[in-house]
């Protein structure tokens, strides 16, 4: 760096080169922070500047429902060979 300044800056939305890294932090070289694109966006939501928070809600499927639903709807269809879903159907205890 030339000039009077004390410190320089370089900020990108991606990543730096092994090469841009090491001539930052090489000895004897003019002080640089480099700032990537993970350091920016987690410097932007602590700062919350240009973004914003969502929260979303997220699912998953209630298996017992359907299984129950499943139960009361093929009920009428028991069969001897299967004495689990008769049990279901019944309230029956083995």
Known sequence: MQGRADKGLFITTRSFTRDAVKEATRDGASLIDLIDGEQ???MLKELELGVREIIRKDYEVDKT???KIWVIHNCSELSSYNMVFAQECTGAQS
């Open 40 to 42: 920016l966006i987690d």
């Open 65 to 67: 429902w359907y299984e």
